[in-house]
């Protein structure tokens, strides 16, 4: 079981589980989905990503380009399906008990609703670096003509320019 880490210019650092390296290839190729580009030599990029994932088995962290991404991986030691931090033993009944604070969640599996979030992050981010607004999906060019703003803006007292006016 791997902990993995999605790093973007631009938008939050994303956390997903893999419990194999075929699951990392996985999410490694949706990373390249995402971002709408080819991968350029599928035998490199096999390659990688059994590098990062043997890196994580001895310990340490490896890393995966993907394209403009970063994803990074390192092992989880007590692999369940769940996630809890509360958790002092899994051998109960064994005379040890379990102290759950009740934060006990399923670990984040990197599937279709990912992708489609990572996406949505990836373009908001790049409208954003580009002048644009990545929260109401507005680019550049198309921002108010009398103010300059953003459909997250009201235009409510914005004068718009007469018709016919040329736009600075």
């Not at 990029?45 to 993907?66: F, K, M, N, Q």
Request: net charge negative; charged share 25%.
């Amino acid at each position: 079981m791997y902990d993995v880490t999605i790093k973007a210019q631009g938008i939050e650092d994303r956390g997903y589980h893999c419990k194999d390296g075929a699951e990392l290839r996985t999410l490694v190729y949706g990373v390249f989905r995402a971002q709408g580009e080819p991968v350029k030599n599928d035998t490199d990029l096999i390659g990688e990503i059994v590098s990062a994932c043997s890196a994580a088995d001895i310990g340490g962290t490896g890393s995966v380009g993907a394209g403009d991404c970063t994803v990074t991986v390192a092992q989880v030691e007590d692999w369940t399906e769940f996630s809890c931090h509360g958790h002092e033993s899994v051998s109960v009944g064994l005379g040890e008990t379990v102290k759950c604070d009740g934060t006990c969640r399923p670990r984040r599996l990197f599937n279709r609703a990912a992708l489609l979030d990572l996406v949505e992050a990836l373009d908001g981010a790049e409208l954003d670096a580009s002048g644009g607004c990545g929260a109401c999906g507005v680019e550049a060019g198309q921002m108010c003509v009398a103010c300059k703003k953003c459909n997250c803006e009201r235009h409510d007292r914005c004068v718009r320019p007469a018709v016919g006016a040329v736009a600075e």
